[in-house]
């Protein structure tokens, strides 16, 4: 039987159940974007954000290549205790399943001993893609029809290259919304053109996406870049406090400073527009 940690998303989910924020408002949120946009930290602080409200939050960390659970927050805040008889706490866990089931989420996710209304699962330090067997558009899905019966609120941290990565599209295809970062470059737009086409080959609902600039600073052309894209509804400011965190491995800490007050604000109004709190 499974024994979660007093206090968490689990042991409050029977009593939260009927709460009426949690039925009317949720779902599942991808963020995605061109590399180095900054995919990870905005989904970090939208789920910090989520849950210093008291909203039951799960992260997911899709990327394979650079695991990024031990990158965003110190190791020692996190409860990921090990089985003697089986692997706990990693994304490659679940997916190598036959079956990917609800019982089998919960055993693999993993909580934080500061802030008990997150929990977040992804590879672990030192694993790959190759470091347990593969898996199919069915277990992606699977995961994901598991975490809406967990927790109201599920972000997904989609990697970059979705052609080589089956969770991340399937995420994107999935997901309620998707937030599409973009940073004020040719490069993001050249990446944007490069990987649409594989979404609307799998019926890509361009209605759920918000378009949003990223790392933004006082000398990019904001207007050239949103009539490039289309229109954005988001504009995420370059802040120092956060780029600090980002490199301290410490993104699920508060920003203080008066310098980051505009991305606090923006956070906020991203939650908003997309979950409705």
């Not at 968490?8 to 061109?34: P, Q």
């Not at 920003?255 to 991203?270: A, G, H, V």
């Amino acid at each position: 039987m499974i024994n979660f940690k007093k206090d968490t998303i689990f042991s409050r989910a029977a009593r939260e159940k009927t709460a009426k924020d949690d039925i009317l408002h949720g779902g599942v949120l991808a963020v995605w974007g061109s590399p180095g946009v900054g995919k990870t930290t905005a989904a970090v602080k939208l789920a910090k954000y989520l849950a210093d409200n008291k909203k039951n939050v799960v992260l997911v960390l899709c990327d394979m290549t650079a695991p990024m659970l031990s990158c965003i927050c110190p190791p020692a805040d996190l409860e990921c205790e090990k089985n003697s008889n089986r692997p706990y706490g990693s994304l490659g866990s679940i997916l190598s399943a036959a079956h990917v089931t609800e019982p089998l989420v919960k055993y693999n996710l993993i909580t934080h001993k500061k802030m008990s209304y997150i929990t977040m699962v992804g590879m672990l330090k030192g694993e790959n893609e190759f470091t347990y067997a593969s898996y199919t558009k069915a277990q992606a899905q699977e995961l994901i029809e598991s975490l809406r019966k967990i927790a109201p609120f599920i972000i997904i941290d989609c990697s970059s290259y979705i052609a080589n990565d089956i969770l991340s599209a399937v995420s994107l295809l999935e997901s309620d919304s998707v937030l599409r970062l973009a940073n004020c470059d040719l490069k993001s737009i050249s990446y944007l053109s490069s990987q649409l086409p594989l979404l609307q080959n799998g019926n890509w609902d361009m209605d759920k996406q918000y378009k949003a600039l990223s790392n933004i600073k006082s000398n990019h052309d904001i207007e050239h870049m949103a009539a490039a894209l289309g229109g954005i509804s988001f504009k995420l400011p370059y802040s120092d406090e956060v780029e600090e965190q980002y490199l301290s491995g410490n993104l699920l800490a508060d920003l203080t400073l008066k310098s980051s007050r505009e991305f606090r604000r923006e956070i906020k109004k991203i939650a908003k527009e997309v979950f409705g709190c």
